[in-house]
């Protein structure tokens, strides 16, 4: 007898069946129920903000920036962001709304066309609000000196020359940031490339880990940097396992930050003291598998789940293929994954390359084959095997059932774990 998972993939799903002779664990997102009224909740964090002022009860700026997350993360802008201005022109009547800017951040993602964006940012808003993309390799950037780590804080222009700075966004684990979320989205999201790289560069630094905010290097960096930024007020959202916010929050940067990953810690950290044999992931469908740049997450944290020498099977639909030329380009250039991985670590952190080293990370300590739409040649030259998956979990647990530890992972870009 066989017992069937279903996992997201893309915008559907897929199933496996694994033999009842091995010994199943499945690791979801603990429960968190999606909230029922964005908008009320939306108000009610924006009435008791953490750790500021609310937006009422201060003086009238002459500008608002409100930085928003693009296409790649789950966040429903459209949901949000119209309240949001909604609560800004109750507060400041007088404020023009063509001095309220949006600006649409994917750090080194590619700027998002006019239908990209019309997709992020609701026409109606588009049509009263000037909305535009970020592309941190323009010319439109502030530099505000450096943090005491090095990194120089250059960003966008209109986000640093409003006198309101706002972000939008939400609070997941982060590989090596610890938890995404406060500054993060005007930091990273609308930063210049040097500063997205020299700050990602720390995750080699002790305390670059997932599940951590003190004494992690990268986060640190980035927090110290949204106060360079002049960053006034944040608004995140903790969403659930179906991509949906179930939580709010909104004040201080470090305050939401510091909240939002409490939360988010109890639902996506799941605390294991013996690692299994055969890890079965899925990023959770889109948009967390919508390339193989981004459905590197999923099995980065995965393997953490896993002994060294294992197996992991990653489903990730990435039906926009692999979504960085340059990774795509500097991961070709090289026979192996552990080629790549010697050339990156003694050269000069690029962005792009370094995906290609965590990629390597993986595929250099475990067995790894990938269920996608891609072609297997695009993958290869990535280093990666691609196979079908029920295929792979005949070969990894049903030709030796008995005995044998799996960890099932259904939102495996944000499942990760720890020993107590």
């Not at 993309?133 to 505000?144: I, K, N, P, Q, R």
């Not at 106060?227 to 004040?251: E, Q, T």
């Not at 647990?397 to 720890?418: H, L, M, R, S």
């Amino acid at each position: 007898m066989k017992t069937e998972y279903s996992l997201k993939y893309g915008r559907e799903t897929k199933s496996v069946y694994i033999d009842e002779g091995a010994d199943v664990c499945v690791f979801r997102p603990h429960d968190l129920p999606a909230i029922a009224g964005l908008g009320k909740e939306l108000n009610r964090a924006l009435d008791k903000p953490l750790d500021a002022v609310p937006l009422q009860k201060r003086p009238q700026p002459s500008s608002v920036a409100i930085a928003v997350p693009d296409k790649s993360r789950p966040l429903p802008v459209n949901s949000l962001l119209p309240p949001l201005l909604e609560r800004i022109r109750q507060a400041w009547p007088d404020l023009s709304p063509s001095n309220i800017n949006v600006i649409v951040g994917g750090g080194l993602h590619p700027p998002l066309s006019e239908a990209e964006l019309a997709e992020t940012v609701s026409p109606a808003v588009k049509q009263k609000y000037p909305v535009t993309a970020h592309g941190a390799d323009g010319d439109e950037f502030v530099s505000l000196g450096t943090t005491s780590l090095g990194t120089p804080v250059t960003i966008n222009s209109r986000f640093w020359e409003a006198d309101f700075k706002i972000v939008l966004g939400q609070t997941d684990p982060h590989q090596f940031v610890g938890f995404t979320g406060g500054a993060k989205g005007a930091i990273i999201g609308c930063g210049a490339r040097r500063t997205i790289e020299k700050n990602h560069g720390l995750m080699f630094r002790p305390g670059a880990r997932v599940g951590r905010l003190s004494g992690n290097p990268v986060r640190e960096d980035i927090n110290e940097a949204g106060k360079i930024a002049g960053i006034d007020f944040c608004v995140n959202a903790v969403m659930n396992a179906d991509n949906r916010p179930a939580r709010l929050y909104a004040g201080a940067q470090d305050a939401v930050l510091e909240a939002s990953a409490v939360l988010c810690a109890s639902v996506y950290g799941h605390e294991i003291n013996e690692l299994c044999d055969v890890a079965v992931v899925s990023c959770g469908g889109h948009p967390k598998d919508i390339c193989l740049y981004q459905a590197q997450k999923g099995l980065n944290l995965a393997s953490m789940a896993v002994r060294p020498g294992g197996k992991i099977l990653l489903l990730a639909c990435c039906e926009e293929g692999v979504g960085d030329d340059s990774y795509y380009e500097y991961a070709g250039r090289f026979a192996s994954a552990e080629d790549a991985m010697e050339d990156f670590k003694s050269g000069e952190f690029k962005m792009g390359a370094h995906k290609s080293y965590l990629f390597g990370l993986t595929l250099t300590r475990f067995e790894v084959v990938l269920c996608s739409d891609m072609p297997a040649e695009t993958l290869a030259r990535c280093h990666i095997k691609k196979g079908d998956a029920q295929q792979a979990v005949d070969t990894f647990i049903n030709k030796q059932p008995e005995g044998t530890k799996v960890a099932v992972v259904p939102a495996a870009n944000t499942t990760y774990f720890y020993k107590k």
